[in-house]
T-cell receptor
């Protein structure tokens, strides 16, 4: 069964450093997403991406965040200058719009980001 | 955006049928009801989606009454591995939209 993969599984960085979280969505999917989940809290939507541009973003997704699809397979989330409060699990997801009103998104296993 | 309310936690035993009810009083005409499951340290996993009446797949059933102000996820014959957080979401718009997760229901299955 095809799946979304994410690397690394755990990233430790110092405050102020830049990090890039990587995702390989399911190959025939057209929509890509990033979510985050702070420990013990709910899953929060960050951004959606379609046709090489951002479709929707939340208030969390401020100027320190950016997304990119540098080639045909990878989808990345960059945090330009990390803060302590960016420590969270970051999930990538993808979906196939072919189903019309399908809200079935496939989530990756997550990258745990720890900012020290 | 329709707000959802579901129990914070539920307990049951192996082999039992579990029903988790979610209320969404302000659901709009174009909204769909979607349920996700999440195990600790894993990403959410889609379970089932419906608009009205009943939907069944290999994992669960979803019951939606005519007024659509609530929905019930039914898990037949649960096992210990069904212990997880279950999220009821009301989704609208197109496939590009991000999902809005609430706090979910923490289901604990005991032997």
């Amino acid at each position: 069964e095809p799946e979304v993969t994410q690397t690394p599984s755990h990233q430790v960085t110092q405050m102020g450093q830049e990090v890039i979280l990587r995702c390989v969505p399911i190959s025939n999917h057209l929509y890509f997403y990033w979510y985050r989940q702070i420990l013990g809290q709910k899953v929060e939507f960050l951004v959606s991406f379609y046709n090489n541009e951002i479709s929707e973003k939340s208030e969390i997704f401020d100027d320190q965040f950016s997304v990119e699809r540098p080639d045909g397979s990878n989808f990345t989330l960059k945090i330009r200058s990390t803060k302590l409060e960016d420590s969270a699990m970051y999930f990538c997801a993808s979906s196939d719009i072919g189903g019309g009103h399908s809200y079935e998104q496939y989530f990756g296993p997550g990258t745990r980001l720890t900012v020290t | 955006l329709a707000k959802t309310t579901q129990p914070i936690s539920m307990d049951s035993y192996e082999g039992q049928e579990v029903n988790i009810t979610c209320s969404h009083n302000n659901i709009a005409t174009n909204d769909y009801i979607t349920w996700y499951q999440q195990f600790p340290s894993q990403g959410p996993r889609f379970i089932i989606q419906g608009y009205k009446t009943k939907v069944t797949n290999e994992v669960a059933s979803l019951f939606i009454p005519a007024d659509r102000k609530s929905s019930t996820l039914s898990l037949p014959r649960v096992s210990l591995s069904d212990t997880a957080v279950y999220y009821c979401l009301v989704a609208t718009g197109g496939g590009a939209d991000g999902l809005t997760f609430g706090k979910g229901t923490h289901l604990i299955i005991q032997p």
